[in-house]
């Protein structure tokens, strides 16, 4: 009886959404059965570009021989827009663009501009776009190298189970919805609920949703595209006028389903507005989302620092001694896989299909980590047969099912040679693994260990006298932190509380290398910077 309930709970992964919020940055890691398949970053400083934002941009200029036009957002680096992804009806957003101001009512103005024809295929940019013209447009591709980001003209604004398209006409439903009479119930709903002047794209995650959450949703879409009209009116220099939703509300936008099992989240505001958007999209899940208060940082808790340590170097361990070697180019990314000092068995074909396929399961986690984008290359370890090879290639391409970036997969040539397109809409996720040392700076050679705890007593010191601090968070790496604390009453940190009549918590940071030490006060702000 043991033995059958594992294959009975193993029928879908179990996911959690780790969200790190900090004052720099926010960092949403995902987790399948406690595995990190993803990590991203969002910064909380600064224009991003990211996928999704719509700007009010000013064309610079026209490139009649590419059929484009370079378009300034606000980036350093000018952004593409190519006459077939102006839309077909870019006339009707250009219209509302000159037409509007401040003395116009822009609900009026919307409702009563005519769609129009569509663009031709076979037309020319120049016709309909010329140097400082204003044209609203949204990101497809961010920056990635020396290029800027690639735009389109046909704005949408998708939820979970909708996408909005001002200035449209159709009402489109997901193919992979095969109820016909769900298709006509859903399609028939979302119309009767559409003011003028507004198409949508019925969504996959919509199929069985009731009226009340479908109506919710478009009309918190519908108002978020309203509400930039102020900015269009008011200014016709270059702005931002919309984001995307974060990106923890984007992940689950995309993602959410039955398989979440929790959402920890360490920021309280956050937390409550992540618990609010999915009762909008999903009110059955709202109950997984969880606010953090442990008291070590949460990515430490869940042991994603540990993952991010070990998965982001060039090479990369997977089982029994082999590993993986990972080089990423301008042109392209490569992946060799070795067999390292993996034992042999008799059978060395055998051998070898065993060592690929786990290789495979590692490079699709790799790919969706890493966000890699472009030409991939794999180099497999050489097989013979030819059920080996077809088995690699099938077996590749079920691991990648779950892939949300578009992809296509070539079988195996001769030479042992796998490639990979896979959509590349932002660069490739660089984090460093090793590190230079902050007491030394790479030279080798640090103070001696002896004196550090008069190092930290000076800061201490200095913290207590000069600023007047009563209580204190001392953050060290954990091998610093035993060392504090070793001896409990005759511990240098029971002395420095004694001594100085402060309280002084002590908090181990696994990022910080071995003598790194930083003192902080009750609200988080650094005190010895």
């Excluded at 769609?115 to 076979?122: M, R, T, V």
């Excluded at 709202?286 to 994603?304: A, L, M, S, W």
């Excluded at 399961?361 to 050489?382: K, N, S, Y």
């Excluded at 809409?425 to 550090?452: D, F, H, L, Q």
């Amino acid at each position: 009886m043991e033995s059958e309930k594992p294959d009975k709970e193993i029928v879908k992964p179990d996911k959690d959404l780790i969200v790190d919020v900090s004052s720099s940055e926010v960092r949403i890691a995902l987790l399948e059965n406690h595995r990190l398949i993803e990590l991203n970053r969002e910064s909380s400083q600064g224009n991003n570009f990211a996928v999704g934002d719509v700007y009010l941009g000013k064309v610079k200029k026209i490139l009649p021989a590419l059929n484009a036009a370079f378009v300034d957002i606000g980036d350093h680096k000018e952004a593409f827009v190519h006459y077939l992804d102006l839309g077909l009806y870019f006339r009707a957003f250009d219209e509302f663009v000159r037409r509007s101001n401040q003395n116009t009512g822009m609900q009026r103005l919307f409702s009563e501009i005519e769609i129009g024809d569509a663009l031709p295929k076979e037309g020319r940019i120049e016709e309909v776009l010329k140097p400082g013209q204003m044209i609203i447009v949204q990101i497809v591709k961010e920056p990635i190298s020396t290029k800027g980001s690639r735009l389109t003209a046909e704005i949408s604004l998708a939820g979970r189970n909708i996408v909005l398209l001002p200035f449209a006409e159709r009402v489109s439903v997901s193919q992979k919805i095969e109820s016909r009479e769900e298709k006509r119930r859903l399609e028939a709903l979302v119309r009767s609920i559409l003011p003028k002047n507004y198409g949508a794209i019925i969504r996959t995650a919509s199929e069985g949703k009731n009226a009340a959450v479908l109506v919710a949703e478009t009309k918190s879409l519908i108002e978020k595209w309203e509400s930039s009209w102020k900015k269009i009116a008011g200014s016709k220099g270059i702005r931002l006028l919309f984001t995307e939703y974060s990106k923890t509300t984007t992940i689950l936008r995309d993602l959410l389903n039955d398989s979440f099992s929790n959402i920890y989240i360490n920021d309280a505001k956050v937390c409550e507005d992540t618990r609010k958007y999915i009762s909008l999209i999903s009110p059955e899940q709202e109950k997984i989302v969880r606010f953090y208060e442990g008291p070590k940082p949460i990515f430490d808790h869940f042991e994603v620092t540990r993952q991010i340590k070990s998965s982001f170097g060039r090479v990369v361990p997977i089982k029994q001694g082999a590993y993986l070697v990972i080089d990423t180019t301008e042109a392209l990314n490569v992946i060799d896989v070795n067999s390292g000092i993996r034992a042999k068995t008799s059978d060395q074909e055998a051998n070898t299909y065993e060592v690929n396929r786990h290789a495979a399961q590692e490079i699709a986690r790799q790919l969706r980590l890493r966000d890699m984008g472009g030409i991939i290359i794999v180099d497999f370890i050489d097989m013979v047969e030819g059920e080996h090879k077809n088995g690699l290639f099938k077996y590749m391409q079920e691991l990648m099912e779950d892939d949300r970036a578009k992809h296509t997969i070539l079988p195996l040539t001769k030479f042992g040679l796998m490639q990979i397109t896979r959509q590349r809409i932002r660069p490739v996720t660089k984090i460093e693994t090793t590190e230079t040392c902050p007491a030394c700076n790479g030279s080798g050679k640090i103070s001696s260990s002896v004196v550090i705890d008069e190092q930290i007593e000076r800061k201490i010191s200095f913290c207590v006298t000069e600023k007047g601090a009563k209580s204190m968070v001392l953050k060290t790496s954990p091998i610093l932190g035993a060392y504090l604390k070793r001896g409990w009453l005759s511990s240098f940190l029971s002395k420095w509380k004694r001594k100085y009549k402060c309280k002084i918590e002590l908090s181990e940071i696994t990022d910080f290398s071995v003598l790194q030490n930083e003192l902080y006060d009750e609200k988080g702000d650094r005190l010895d910077a």
